[in-house]
């Protein structure tokens, strides 16, 4: 048994040791490949906590009746932009209408009368204490037929701003009452976010800070100015809300998903361009030059500032790393480094 074992290592011994040449022979057949590389080096940058917040519209408003009355036209719907003083919704004014006419009618017969009141007056027939109830008279007959003018503007519902209809929250047939909501209107083009940080960050904020935020839906990174700060914390969750003004954002909708990165002090890691750092499945590599040949090094990533990403682990300060078509390296493959 021990001589077949021994027969059988002595006979791989051959086997292994061509498969060796062969690797370091398909190495040296390998042609060179000219590369580009960039000294590594460890940098320091204002370390940040993120905290999650969402948009919202910096104007918007919820739109009641002022008086009541049947809904006998709702006249927008949900997505529908509109203009400031635009029409919404229409009231049945028929009751309202009808106290604007006996309104009308007091008006003009006070009218009537303080003009014969007048010409008695005029003639010396009238007294002083007449003619001036005549004028009383008058003017609460004017006053209730302006008011019942009023009455009837506010059974036709208008827009305060321009913007879009976010919810309907009544149709025809419905009672309108003060106090009950009808609709929902935001502007568009006004959003900010609104985050709660927690008390340890809320003393690195103050008002007028530029602090960058990330929405899901948008790719680029969107500065957000520190508007509004609560002075007093909420009593449940121990945070601060903060409110920022998204500056020049675009493509943003009420709602979405953002975060804003608080600093909390300044950190520093080694830092690599984006194009160096290659994906393989869950791995992630890149390529070093040593002794003109490529070395696979692999690493872990941390956060990406701008169009470089801060590398955990896998380099040292001062390794050269290849920065333009890494991709197609071999471990071990002859490199030349250009000019």
Same mark, same amino acid.
């Given at each position: 048994?021990?001589?077949?074992?021994?027969?059988?290592?002595?006979?791989?011994?051959?086997?292994?040791?061509?498969?060796?040449?062969?690797?370091?022979?398909?190495?040296?057949?390998?042609?060179?490949?000219?590369?580009?590389?960039?000294?590594?080096?460890?940098?320091?940058?204002?370390?940040?906590?993120?905290?999650?917040?969402?948009?919202?519209?910096?104007?918007?408003?919820?739109?009641?009746?002022?008086?009541?009355?049947?809904?006998?036209?709702?006249? !927008?719907?949900?997505?529908?932009?509109?203009?400031?003083?635009?029409?919404?919704?229409?009231?049945?004014?028929?009751?309202?209408?009808?106290?604007?006419?006996?309104?009308?009618?007091?008006?003009?017969?006070?009218?009537?009368?303080?003009?014969?009141?007048?010409?008695?007056?005029?003639?010396?027939?009238?007294?002083?204490?007449?003619?001036?109830?005549?004028?009383?008279?008058?003017?609460?007959?004017?006053?209730?037929?302006?008011?019942?003018?009023?009455?009837?503007?506010?059974?036709?519902?208008?827009?305060?701003?321009?913007?879009?209809?976010?919810?309907?929250?009544?149709?025809?047939?419905?009672?309108?009452?003060?106090?009950?909501?009808?609709?929902?209107?935001?502007?568009?083009?006004?959003?900010?976010?609104?985050?709660?940080?927690?008390?340890?960050?809320?003393?690195?904020?103050?008002?007028?800070?530029?602090?960058?935020?990330?929405?899901?839906?948008?790719?680029?990174?969107?500065?957000?100015?520190?508007?509004?700060?609560?002075?007093?914390?909420?009593?449940?969750?121990?945070?601060?809300?903060?409110?920022?003004?998204?500056?020049?954002?675009?493509?943003?909708?009420?709602?979405?998903?953002?975060?804003?990165?608080?600093?909390?002090?300044?950190?520093?890691?080694?830092?690599?361009? !984006?194009?160096?750092?290659?994906?393989?499945?869950?791995?992630?590599?890149?390529?070093?030059?040593?002794?003109?040949?490529?070395?696979?090094?692999?690493?872990?990533?941390?956060?990406?500032?701008?169009?470089?990403?801060?590398?955990?682990?896998?380099?040292?300060?001062?390794?050269?790393?290849?920065?333009?078509?890494?991709?197609?390296?071999?471990?071990?493959?002859? !490199?030349?480094?250009?000019?």
């Amino acid at each position: 048994m021990k001589r077949l074992l021994l027969t059988s290592l002595v006979a791989a011994i051959p086997f292994f040791s061509g498969c060796h040449k062969a690797a370091e022979q398909n190495q040296t057949e390998l042609p060179s490949a000219t590369v580009r590389v960039q000294s590594v080096e460890r940098k320091s940058r204002a370390a940040t906590e993120d905290v999650v917040g969402t948009v919202r519209p910096k104007l918007s408003a919820v739109i009641e009746a002022k008086v009541s009355g049947r809904i006998e036209q709702m006249l !927008v719907v949900p997505g529908q932009l509109v203009k400031a003083g635009e029409r919404l919704v229409l009231l049945d004014a028929h009751e309202i209408q009808s106290r604007l006419d006996q309104a009308a009618a007091a008006r003009q017969q006070a009218e009537s009368d303080l003009k014969r009141d007048t010409d008695l007056m005029q003639q010396k027939i009238l007294s002083q204490s007449e003619f001036d109830n005549a004028q009383s008279k008058f003017r609460i007959a004017a006053a209730a037929e302006a008011e019942a003018k009023t009455m009837l503007d506010y059974t036709l519902i208008v827009a305060p701003f321009d913007g879009v209809i976010t919810r309907k929250l009544a149709d025809v047939g419905d009672l309108a009452a003060p106090g009950k909501p009808l609709l929902q209107i935001e502007n568009p083009d006004t959003l900010r976010l609104e985050a709660d940080v927690p008390e340890a960050l809320v003393g690195n904020v103050k008002l007028g800070d530029k602090l960058a935020v990330r929405i899901a839906a948008v790719t680029s990174e969107i500065e957000g100015a520190v508007a509004e700060m609560s002075p007093t914390a909420d009593p449940n969750s121990r945070t601060y809300l903060v409110k920022l003004d998204l500056l020049g954002a675009t493509g943003l909708r009420s709602g979405q998903f953002g975060r804003v990165s608080v600093p909390v002090g300044e950190a520093s890691a080694i830092r690599v361009p !984006v194009a160096a750092v290659i994906q393989r499945g869950q791995m992630e590599l890149v390529f070093v030059v040593a002794g003109n040949h490529a070395q696979m090094r692999l690493v872990k990533t941390g956060s990406r500032v701008g169009d470089e990403i801060e590398l955990v682990s896998g380099l040292d300060s001062g390794e050269q790393v290849v920065t333009d078509d890494a991709a197609a390296l071999t471990d071990g493959q002859l !490199v030349t480094i250009k000019p």
